[in-house]
Each structure stands twice: as structure tokens, then as C-alpha cells.
């Protein structure tokens, strides 16, 4: 299904807009903490753009196994193996007023995820100009993202 996946993508327009981190907070089932996140100050037009996305990949013929859980804009800092949850919510807790500089969103990308045994690594496949309707991937097909933390 990817052609399918990148044709329903290429056609989301979306004007640019800007984010600010804000805050730090985790991911956690009651036995442990699993991922540890940036926020990003509520922004409309973000939650718009997820929608959009949301919608095209229901709208293919063979939607795809999609996660349904609540829309939580956030950037992933680390997974967690083996820190104590009193550290990494003291973590939490001593960065509760966290900010960054506003930055631009002007493209967001498809990535595909691989499970390894240092953990999961994920390559962009393909990045979406919202405004133009350009894919881009010349640059972008050999970035890797991983994140560890102990």
C-alpha cells in the first residue's frame, strides 16, 4: 500500500505554521514509563493537518492498521529501558516551564519504523510540502532517527 499511502499524502495542502515547544511529560502504563516527550504549545492548524492525514489513510480502499488513540502532538526525546520512573518524572517535573524559540512547519514526512534490538529506528521515506504539494525524498531517504535513554 505504499503508493497508495504516498499518493493520499502528496495531495494534503497545508499552509506553514509555527510551533513552540512547551514542557516535557511521558507516555506510561502503570508498571512503567515508556516514552519520554517534548509537548508543543496547542496549535489549530496542527490538529487540522493530523486530521487531514487521519482522513485520507481512512479514506483509501485498504485502509491500513491505524493507531486510534487521542492525537498527542509531541517530539519523542528517548524510549525508556531501564531509568527509575522517580528520575525521569524529577525529570518531568524540573523542566515543567520548558520553552523553545517558535519554529516553522513547513513539510511533515512519512517514515517507516523497524523494529531492532537496540530498539526501533525510523527512516523518512517521504516528505510532504503542504503548500506546493511536493514530495521531496532526494536527501531524505537515507535519514535515520533513533532514541534511547537510561
Not at 531501564?82 to 524529577?90: F, H, K, L, V
Request: proline letters at 3%.
Amino acid at each position: 500500500m505504499a503508493a497508495e499511502i504516498d499518493q493520499a499524502l502528496a495531495a494534503i495542502a497545508f499552509e506553514p505554521f509555527d510551533l513552540q515547544v512547551q514542557g516535557l511529560n511521558v507516555f506510561a502504563s502503570s508498571r512503567k514509563i515508556r516514552i519520554f516527550w517534548a509537548g508543543v504549545k496547542d496549535q489549530p492548524v496542527m490538529r487540522q493537518l493530523a486530521s487531514r492525514v487521519e482522513n485520507a489513510l481512512l479514506a483509501l480502499e485498504e485502509c491500513p492498521d491505524m493507531d486510534m488513540r487521542k492525537f498527542t502532538p509531541h517530539i519523542t526525546l528517548g524510549r525508556n529501558r531501564n531509568a527509575a520512573r522517580a528520575t525521569i518524572e524529577q525529570a518531568v517535573a524540573d523542566h515543567v516551564s520548558l520553552s523553545s524559540r517558535v519554529f516553522t512547519i513547513d513539510r511533515f514526512c512519512l517514515y517507516q519504523s523497524h523494529a531492532t534490538t537496540d530498539g526501533p529506528e525510523f527512516r523518512v521515506i517521504a516528505a510532504y510540502d503542504g503548500k506546493d504539494n511536493q514530495r521531496q525524498t532526494s536527501d531524505l531517504a537515507n535519514e535515520l532517527v533513533t532514541g534511547d535513554f537510561e
